[in-house]
């Protein structure tokens, strides 16, 4: 995967209060996108608030230094999140379902 330079994340966390990121769970092949550790360069360390997905929304713990698992999509159980999400997160017994 070729990256030719920076995407300009930099220019969107510079001096904003709260960074949501809206993106699909998983690539085409069905690959978890929430990783363990970025393989990509970094321009933004540790300034994600929420991240809100096809499947869930997760939002940043800053005391655990690990997403949480808020809100389900409808029809998405806990298992299927943590099964497509390769870093750890923190989950619930009941987190709410997303209301469309």
Do not use: Q, W, Y
Request: proline share 4%.
């Amino acid at each position: 995967k070729m990256i030719k330079g920076m995407g300009g994340a930099m220019d969107l966390v510079a001096g904003v209060k709260k960074v949501v990121v809206t993106m699909e769970h998983c690539t085409r092949k069905g690959e978890p996108k929430i990783l363990k550790e970025c393989n990509l360069p970094l321009t933004g360390k540790n300034c994600i608030d929420m991240i809100i997905t096809d499947l869930c929304v997760l939002e940043f713990d800053h005391d655990a230094k690990r997403f949480k698992l808020t809100e389900l999509a409808p029809g998405v159980t806990v298992d299927e999140v943590l099964e497509k999400t390769e870093a750890e997160i923190i989950t619930s017994d009941e987190p709410a379902t997303v209301s469309v």
